[in-house]
């Protein structure tokens, strides 16, 4: 599957004076960025040394970080593009930065198959009762798992994927190799590839609620907007399967995490499995780490083992279009516009 392209008309050629880079990379990465830019200035800095990053920023056309853009960024005055190398760009999708005609673009699809493997780790999981097992396990139980007997496997199932970009695309490839159907629910009006039997699409006006009614295990992958913000509610969580089980890859807050404890504690959903939340870390107090039915883990994923040559890769490709005034990959627009508050991320 390919990066997605921000589909903007070709502006011509773009020259690139100085360059902020706070990106934490070995030392022969950060001289190959430093050829591609040419005669650039090249400013080379730890994203910590908040001094040297306000002076370039009086100076710089354009800034490779490896977190979202803040106040700084959006005052800089002569800067016209950031890549954040990181993917989920939910915090640099403000309205400043597209007012100011700002060019953001991110690492979406470094980790796409490392991602889909894990929300398939949930759905064997959840599937198995990966969880119970283990404490029959510890407790030397043979058996012992009322009903168990009664399970099904994966082959035959739906699955429902949200979000088709790298990771949903992913996703839907597992769930065929897994003898699923598939069916997904997107933004854009895109082809239906042969991993996917239904597909669903916003902007040609489908409704959530076939995947949402049909699925039995729905996978989350879409970018948090201000369309996706508890796209999945109480609502959704209604018209579930009882038997199904919810995967959220993407945001937390795509999720309404009060309506998914409602869910789970009155029997209207299954299962869940959850990698990030809408308050990370997830507070102690929080009534999901103690349902029986939820496997949590900390938004973390094993690596995969190119990660960085692929984060390389996108960036010297963006910085070549960005010199020829093309297309950019990975490029929020303002469909991605992001308004509600969220939660600060943790210190350090």
Known sequence: MPHTECHLPPVGVREIKVVLATVPYEAEEIEQLRRAVASAEFIHCSSKDDQAIEQALK??????????????????????????????????????????GMIVTGAAGRSASALAQHAFYFALALTFDAKKLIENQAAHIWRG????????????????????????????????????????????????????????????????????????????????????????AAPQFARMKKSAFIINMSRGAVIDEEALVDALRSGEIAGAGLDVFTKEPLPTGSPLWDEENVIITPHMTPAQPDKRQRSMAMILDN????????????????????????????AG
């Open 59 to 100: 100076r710089a056309d354009v800034a490779i970080i490896p977190e979202d853009i803040d106040d700084r960024y959006i005052a800089a005055p002569f800067l016209k593009w950031v890549h954040c190398d990181h993917s989920g760009l939910t915090r640099s999708a403000r309205k400043e930065a597209f007012e100011k």
């Open 145 to 232: 798992i009322p009903g168990y007997e009664g399970r099904q496997g994966l082959p035959g199932k739906t699955l429902g994927v949200v979000g088709f970009g790298n990771t949903g695309a992913e996703m839907a490839a597992l769930g065929r190799a897994f003898q699923m159907n598939v069916v997904v629910y997107t933004r854009s009006v895109v082809p239906a590839p042969s991993t996917v039997d239904v597909m669903l699409c916003a902007e040609r006006g489908d409704s959530l609620d076939p995947l949402v009614e049909q699925a039995d295990v729905i996978m989350l992958a879409t970018k948090l907007t201000d369309a996706t913000y508890h796209m999945f």
């Open 319 to 346: 910085i070549a279009r960005y010199l020829a005034g093309e297309e950019m990959l990975n490029a929020i627009t303002q469909k991605d516009v992001f308004t509600h508050e969220l939660p600060p991320h943790p």
